[in-house]
């Protein structure tokens, strides 16, 4: 107990208490030293006077005694009164008491007592702390005569003694009073220093603060100590300076994670991520006030084209300014985001039955329908944006986002850049469409495709010079669909691929069979989609099925469509020539309502350009569709290539494209897509003509 209260005395005071008991044991040594030889210096004073004293009185009554002179030896004796310490003396002579001396107020002995019973007596007393006790033989001429027996009281001593202890007392206690001082001074001198370090070290721990430092510069222990601590502060300093950079880099590494985890990198807008994040959000708040959670989802029309032609460099900052036109134009509270290739998203909260939103889609479709100018190119694009919204807590965000993703799905189908909010009809054809996306899985497997044959026909001799096979789906349920609808469904959903095959086979084996019956090489003409020409292995699928069916790979001929040929990637132009150096020929379908772009007739291997309809259905009465249409067909024949006219359906029509020198056409007026069992029928009929010349 009393050690731990000492281990938590401050160090001032064990020092204080440490000097204080070595001061105090120093001091009673030299106390014991000094009264012990003061007290025997004391004594020894007395006893050598005792001594003398005794030698005298020895000498100077051994006559006396001789003679038995009482009177004499008395007188001898009485000469002690003088000194103060002697309480009494006794002379015995031959076993008598001769002469005795006591002090005043001493006891005398009995004096009837035999003298050698007093001597026997006195011989058996003891000196005490008070007196005393001397008893010398008394000889002369070398013989015993008598005894001396002299008792001294030690008073003086015992008064000397006193006297010097209380001087040494007050000296030690002055010298106690003194090293005090002198240590409370010493103290403070050591442990200055070391109660400077201590809150030195008191104030780091609190304040945190590792600037500080200790001054001390002495070259003692504690100097190194306050070193020690400098440097050690300093250590900690760098360390948390140190620390700090690490922490802020790692704050900044952790923002740009967050950012790129949250953001779009390329429009610096909130990603998908963060949509998928925020949509819940916005429904649940939406809800609570009673507002309509209201979702724009945002489609860049033909974007591909753009990154097509002009590279995806320049499609990414079509994309970051398209972004921030939208950003423009939203209120407070409305969010973008991008949450796809070319597919944006906003939510707004609108209480006011989706007048904001269509105030809103309205002003995108205009703003971003200005001119972008991008690395010194004029670019245009539309948008397509589809808007749902809910009131209900309970609505799924994939709902709500697959509800605007029909409305936009819709608006594309109705002529892009413009905005469709969702609805029953477009929920029913949404429906329809994975009815009809569920159905074309099974579709080939049931047997419910069948090919028909639209007849190509020479205009010059009124011939049929080819087909133009035509995908026809029976649909259990709908009835017949057309292949406009289900067509991009199957590239969708990737089923083009075997049903492509599948239609490419049967109008090859159609080809053989008519060759085999007319004797004459039909072209057939077989559409390819776009999914089907990025297959890898597409040519060799193409010339396997040529050969595997045994027709002429010259009288194949392969259509596709303008903006297939928008991605002129090597690959796709090396497949091209590969499909013309094993003789197989390729048009170019709907000529003149994609992307036209003249110098791809230049890069790719074509043979034919097929006219779009749309420009022969006029070309009677509109001159603009005509000089079109007549361009066209100069341009083929400059190029030695053949040109085939669709959707002929007049014979004014017919009359203007021979006189125009067009090569071929098709179309309802000389007939329509035929199933394979009215070939026979039709070709015979177009020969009958010439068999009636003949005849
Ligand atoms: N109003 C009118 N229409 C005429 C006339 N002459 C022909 N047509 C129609 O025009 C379309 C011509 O086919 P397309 O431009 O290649 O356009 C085709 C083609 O792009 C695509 N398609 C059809 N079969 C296949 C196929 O097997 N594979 C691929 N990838 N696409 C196909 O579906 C499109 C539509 O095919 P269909 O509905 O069969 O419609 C056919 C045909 O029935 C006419 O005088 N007047």
Redo the contacts with the bound molecule.
């Keep these: 107990m009393i050690s731990i209260r000492l281990k938590n005395l401050s160090i001032r005071i064990k020092l204080l208490l440490a000097q204080g008991l070595v001061t105090v044991s120093a001091l009673m040594v030299l106390l014991a030293i000094v009264l012990g030889y003061g007290y025997t210096s004391f004594r020894n004073d007395l006893y050598k006077d005792l001594d003398t004293q005794a030698t005298i009185i020895e000498r100077s009554s051994s006559a006396a005694i001789l003679f038995g002179d009482k009177n004499t030896t008395n007188e001898i004796l009485s000469t002690l009164k003088l000194m103060s310490s002697i309480n009494r003396a006794y002379i015995f002579h031959e076993g008598a008491l001769l002469a005795n001396y006591e002090k005043e107020g001493i006891a005398k002995p009995h004096r009837q007592l035999d003298g050698k019973v007093i001597l026997q007596a006195l011989k058996h007393q003891r000196s005490s702390f008070n007196t005393h006790m001397l008893i010398k033989d008394i000889v002369f001429d070398g013989r015993v005569i008598g005894t001396l027996f002299i008792e001294a009281n030690l008073d003086k001593l015992n008064t000397r003694l006193s006297l010097l202890i209380l001087a040494v007392a007050i000296a030690a206690m002055m010298g106690l009073i003194l090293s005090l001082l002198v240590s409370i001074k010493i103290n403070k001198f050591l442990t200055q220093p070391i109660l400077s370090l201590t809150s030195l070290v008191g104030k780091v721990s609190n304040t945190h603060d590792y600037s500080v430092r200790s001054h001390l510069l002495t070259q003692d222990e504690i100097g190194s100590l306050a070193k020690g601590i400098n440097s050690m502060l300093i250590s900690i300093e760098q360390r948390d300076e140190q620390l700090e950079t690490e922490l802020a880099k790692q704050k900044e590494t952790e923002k740009a994670l967050d950012r790129l985890a949250y953001f779009d990198t390329i429009t610096q807008l909130p990603n998908r991520h963060f949509f998928n994040q925020q949509l819940p959000k916005k429904i649940a708040e939406a809800a609570r006030f009673n507002k309509i959670c209201c979702l724009m989802f945002i489609d860049l029309d033909d974007f591909k084209v753009v990154n097509d032609t002009y590279g995806h460099r320049i499609g990414d900052q079509l994309l970051a300014e398209v972004g921030q036109r939208l950003k423009n134009k939203l209120k407070s509270g409305d969010e973008v985001f991008r949450i796809g290739g070319d597919e944006f998203a906003i939510l707004i909260s609108d209480n006011n039955q989706f007048s904001h939103a269509r105030e809103l889609a309205t002003k995108v479709i205009h703003d971003c329908a200005e001119k972008f100018i991008i690395n010194n190119n004029d670019l245009y694009i539309g948008i397509s944006i589809g808007i749902s919204g809910s009131t209900q807590p309970t609505i799924q965000a994939a709902d709500l986002l697959r509800s605007a993703d029909n409305a936009m799905y819709r608006a594309k189908n109705e002529g892009k850049n413009n905005f469709k909010f969702f609805s029953k009809e477009i929920d029913d054809e949404s429906h329809f469409r994975h009815y009809l996306e569920n159905a074309l899985r099974g579709a080939l497997s049931r047997n419910e495709f069948e090919?028909?044959y639209?007849p190509i026909v020479n205009l010059r001799t009124e011939q049929i010079v080819g087909f133009?096979?035509?995908?026809?789906w029976h649909e259990p349920i709908y009835g017949d669909i057309?292949?406009?609808v289900f067509?991009p469904c199957a590239?969708r959903i990737g089923v083009?691929l075997p049903?492509?095959e599948w239609?490419l086979r049967e109008a090859c084996l159609q080809q053989k069979q008519l060759r085999d019956e007319f004797g004459f090489d039909f072209i057939m003409n077989?559409?390819?989609?776009g999914r089907?020409l990025r297959e890898f292995d597409v040519v060799h699928k193409i010339l396997d099925i040529v050969s595997e069916t045994g027709i002429n790979p010259s009288s194949l001929n392969i259509?596709l469509?303008e903006s297939v040929l928008m991605d002129n990637s090597q690959s796709t132009i090396n497949k091209f020539h590969a499909l013309r150096a094993a003789g197989v020929s390729i048009s170019i379908?709907?000529f003149g309502t994609g992307y036209s772009s003249l110098s791809y007739l230049k890069r790719f291997p074509i043979n034919t350009i097929?006219i779009?309809?749309s420009f022969i259905m006029d070309i009677a009465h509109d001159s603009e569709d005509q000089a079109i249409t007549l361009a066209i067909i100069a341009l083929a024949n400059t190029l030695k290539l053949t040109v085939v006219a669709?959707?002929?359906?007049t014979q004014e029509q017919k009359r203007i494209l021979r006189l125009n020198n067009c090569e071929k056409a098709?179309?309802?007026?000389f007939s329509?897509?035929l199933p394979s069992t009215a070939l026979r029928d039709t070709i015979e009929s177009f020969l009958q003509p010439l068999y009636d010349q003949t005849a």
């Design positions: 090919v028909f639209q133009e096979a035509l995908l026809r057309s292949p406009a067509i590239e083009i049903i492509g239609v077989v559409n390819l989609s089907q259509e469509t379908d709907d097929k779009d309809r669709e959707g002929v359906e098709q179309g309802y007026l329509k897509p």
